[in-house]
């Protein structure tokens, strides 16, 4: 099992930022890759980005250009910076890791989700 906590949603105007920050109960070199997802009211969990082990990371056409994906192996978190929040970014982000194995589908965790709002 994997435990993965997120913090540092909130309220912010139209144009603001946010930092989104995982922490995952075991090292982030144990999970690849790991990545984020959001679920807006009434409609169905959708990829924001994905971040490998090394690095490469993967974005939505929505949030390319204006999210930043990252991660501090020292200190086992994973980061989405979020600029020029819009409307429309309005929604409940969550942290996901996939633990790599040799056979098989690998196994998939969720964090609890941090809720996002962009409003003035």
């Known amino acids: 099992q994997v435990q993965l906590v997120e913090s540092g949603g909130g309220l912010v105007q139209p144009g603001g930022s946010l930092r989104l920050s995982c922490a995952p109960s075991?090292?982030?070199?144990?999970?690849?890759?790991m990545g984020w997802y959001r679920q807006a009211q009434g409609k169905e969990r959708e990829l924001v980005a994905t971040i490998t082990n090394g690095g490469r990371t993967n974005y939505a056409d929505s949030a390319e250009g204006r999210f930043t994906n990252t991660k501090d192996n020292a200190k086992d978190t994973v980061y989405l910076k979020m600029d020029s929040l819009k409307p429309e970014d309005t929604a409940i982000y969550y942290c996901n890791a996939e633990v790599p194995v040799a056979y098989g589908r690998p196994p998939v965790y969720w964090g609890q989700g941090t809720q996002v709002t962009v409003s003035s």
């Open positions: 075991r090292s982030i070199f144990s999970l690849n890759p």
